[in-house]
């Protein structure tokens, strides 16, 4: 099946700075990328949609400004927190879109983020 | 996009087969249905999907009801790899492709 990595596995920072999370398709090309956030014994919940060349969509009640997407090559979708707070903390998942047959999307094995 | 509704959670043992139900009872015409597994702090894996034809890979079996209105994820000879939580999610086959998660079913396999 199709590959997708995320860098860094796991990430502790402190208070008020910035953390960038890299999602890598490895064997395939990926127009399309979504992020989501997990908190413990939850589900994964949708950020956003990454658009390659264009700008992200974001769902409702997450701040663009504070989690910055890029998208900038067919294989590579980033995602900033910015000037992150205890609250950030949380698992961060990316999945990449593969358009053909289902159109189904597969995961990276997810980033710890523990801002301290 | 359909929401689904899952048992919280479910125990099987080692060697049976688990079925897992999904119930989209809402679920329109272009909607497919999706089943991901996740196993603790790992990103969801995919397992299968369909229409409304029965479908059978090397994971698992999906059955879909002639109505379409439930599905059954059926793993044939469950091992302790298989605890996990499992999602169904049903998607249309076009549009922003985005995939909203329900709470999914925590299956635990017993020795």
């Known amino acids: 099946g199709a590959v997708v990595s995320q860098h860094p596995s796991r990430v502790i920072c402190k208070s008020g700075t910035s953390v960038k999370i890299e999602c890598r398709s490895l064997?395939?090309?990926?127009?399309?990328m979504f992020w989501y956030r997990q908190f413990p014994k939850k589900s994964l919940m949708l950020m956003a949609t990454s658009n390659e060349g264009s700008k992200a969509t974001y769902e409702q009640g997450v701040e663009k400004d504070k989690f910055l997407i890029n998208h900038a090559s067919l294989t590579l979708s980033t995602l900033t927190v910015t000037s992150a707070h205890p609250e950030d903390s949380s698992f961060y998942i990316c999945?990449?879109?593969?358009?053909?047959?289902?159109?189904?999307?597969?995961f990276g094995p997810g980033t710890r983020l523990t801002v301290l | 996009d359909a929401k689904t509704t899952q048992p919280p959670s479910m125990d099987c043992a080692e060697g049976r087969a688990a079925n897992l139900p999904c119930n989209h009872s809402t679920i329109s015409g272009n909607e497919y249905v999706y089943w991901y597994r996740q196993i603790h702090s790992q990103g969801p894996q995919y397992i299968i999907h369909?229409?409304?034809n029965n479908e059978t890979n090397e994971m698992a079996s999906l059955i879909i009801t002639e109505d379409r209105k439930s599905s059954t994820l059926i793993l044939p000879h469950a091992t302790l790899r298989d605890t996990a939580v499992y999602y169904c999610i049903v998607r249309r086959s076009s549009g922003t492709y985005k995939y909203i998660f329900g709470t999914g079913t925590r299956l635990k396999v017993l020795a």
């Open positions: 369909g229409l409304k």
């Open positions: 999945s990449a879109l593969i358009h053909s047959g289902g159109n189904e999307q597969f």
């Open positions: 064997d395939f090309q990926a127009t399309t």
